[in-house]
């Protein structure tokens, strides 16, 4: 979506409905108050003359428009726009997000997506309305104010952590984008923080644990949605997404594929279902702690490094699938164009879930090495073989998870040590492993679909199928038909659908198939065969 794209009335309409689908889709720039907004802001709806739409927050801090601080527009989801395009500006977004402009400039962001940065510059202020630069002053602004509204950290810790050069121009980008200076947007937090606190009835608190009140109250006072002032390295977070989102499909997900040592699945009495992991962040490490909540996600991070925050942030984003737009994929997948089935019956019929995710990745060769494990086997099995190599190779952290995820160089130099099944795969695994460590191969989001699958098969070991799973997973392609997985496929022969013939649903076809899986596995439950789906109905089992 360039400046030159947006439809005025259509987005005029969102305005005019308040309709929060689009928040992080576009913004609402009003010429007579100097600011910017999402399109669900509850403040008066501007006249038509007097606003003009952009579709980056950048843009409009470019334009010399102010935030809304009644409506923080920075806090929206964010645009799904990034994972439907794969043009170079949606791929550099997807970059940014990950930080890689704090970490080593734009010379380090054109390089990566093959580009000089004079070409990437023009390409992305005629497309998003803003350059390199603009745009991750943009995310930095964002990651500074969730630290002044969430941390008790120090102003100028917080301007280093956010990525900015020096205290002075934290301070002035801060001042530019919000309209206050960092110490007022602090101390106007904790007041909110008070009166909400203020707000919880009497019979509420009682209801609550004394934890569960705590942490009820923090949350509660943050305008992003996060705690109030917290310990150094520790944040409590509240992503937010776009509704209807498939909370049991997600955590299915999750828990199914738990790896003993490397993850940990808690189920709470209440039936809230908790994620733990640790990832690899650019500066070290982060101890992330995910709850699928109705409206948000709860995310408790603990970072070794604060600098570390807003790329924890967007892996979590992406491994949960949080920016996607699921009225749209609803529409394409249970719309009028839906095919019943030649014997469906309304009590037997396709039944999509509204909703549903196709679930990301926290680290691109974790899924490659993890994914290549498991082919041909069950998910318990291929749980169990990674248990193996995580306890054997993978580097121990503090935590309630025990160990990170081995890295592909300890994989290429002792996997064969570690690991167990067919010789040729164990083969195929340490010799991705080495091509990841020697930069042979590189995942990252901002590759095209076209290369990425081209030079996963050709490695040893790699088909049709591990090609076009991870490639849907690291790079969130919404468009990638797992049309050779057998859990798909009998989904599809139950529910009457040609897989050869699904041109209907694109661009939304990654999305097909976790519906094909899903059914297929709901339907063996209700038939009683639980146990068999148990076996079969790994992501990884595969007909290549």
Known sequence: MSITTLDFERCYRAVTARDSRFDGQFYTA???TGIYCRPSCPAITPKPANVTFLPTAAAAQQAGY??????????????????????????????????????GGVPALAATLGYSQRQLTRVLTSELGAGPL????AHRAHTARLLIQTTAMPM???????????????????????????????????????????????????????SEHQRASRSAGSPNGGTGPTACG???????????LDRDWLEWFLSAHVTPGLELWQSSPTGEGTYLRNLRTPHGYAGIRLSVLPGHVRAELTLRDMRDLAPTVARIRHLLDLDADPVAVDEALLGPGEPPGPSATPAEGLRFTPGIRVPGCADGPELLLRTMIGQQIS???ANTHTARLVAALGEPVDGPVPRLFPTPAAIAEQGAEVLAGPAQRIRSITAVAAALAGGDLTLHQGRTAAELRRDLLALPGIGPWTADYVTMRLLADPDILLNTDLVVRRGAARYGIDLSDTARWSPWRSYLSMQLWRA?????????????????SDAKVSIS
């Open 134 to 137: 603009a745009l991750a002053r």
């Open 379 to 381: 998910v318990a099995a």
């Open 66 to 103: 102010r935030a809304c601080r009644r409506c923080l527009p920075d806090a929206a989801p964010g645009s799904p726009l990034w994972n439907t395009r794969a043009d170079l500006a949606a791929r550099a977004m997807r970059l940014i997000g990950d930080g890689v402009v704090e970490r």
């Open 30 to 32: 009003v010429r007579t």
């Open 234 to 244: 520790t944040l409590t977070l509240r992503l937010p997404y776009r509704a209807p």
């Open 156 to 210: 100028s810790d917080i301007a280093f952590a956010a990525g900015f050069a020096s205290i002075r121009q934290f301070n002035d980008t801060v001042r530019e984008v919000f309209a206050v200076s960092p110490s007022t947007m602090r101390a106007e937090a904790q007041r909110l923080s008070r009166s909400e606190q203020q707000r919880l009835s009497r019979s509420e608190a009682q209801r609550l644990s004394r």
């Open 520 to 536: 297929e596995l709901r339907a063996r439950t209700a038939s009683g065969s639980a146990a068999a789906s148990t076996s079969d």
